[in-house]
């Protein structure tokens, strides 16, 4: 039976990581290219921040005088991209959008192309979660005070009614598990 060994302790001026928080792998590109793997996890805060701890990794390199990094990987985005040469500010500002909106931010991310400026503009329209388009339909109907005779109302296909608006671009819908179902007006 083997005995389990202790996790090394961090280092006095290792920050703690938070698990909620974005972060990236930045590597050495020196060291990458001459077949060492050199890097370290940072997490996306602030430019300066990050790029005090690229410094820092760059600094312990295995390899002389290294001055070139790239972003090997990232985690926390909810799916979001990043290229390998983002700069750190597009990290940042991303990872505080992510941070705010988890992967519903990341989707509609995505859908402007990678665009956050858009992306965080579709906040302003955001019309609310609902377990399903149809709930949506039928919510915005009754509270703009449509009266619906009780003979008709079961004629009402509130899934159709949403599928055109959306169809129509009066809505944007995202889906991000079963029974959320996030609604945006496309002003």
Known sequence: MTTPQPSAPLAADAAPTSPDRP??????????NNGCLHGRWIEATTPDEVMDEVRAMLAESPLPDAE????HDYEGFEGAQLSEYASFETVCNLADFIAEHGRLGALVHRHFGDDLEQAEAAFDDYAGTYASRADFAEELHRD???DIPAALEYYIDWSALARDMELNGDIMVFE???EDVHVFWTR
């Open 68 to 71: 070139e990094w790239a972003i």
């Open 23 to 32: 972060r990236i792998y930045v590597a050495c590109l020196a060291a990458y």
């Open 176 to 178: 991000t598990g079963f």
């Open 144 to 146: 703009t005070g449509t």
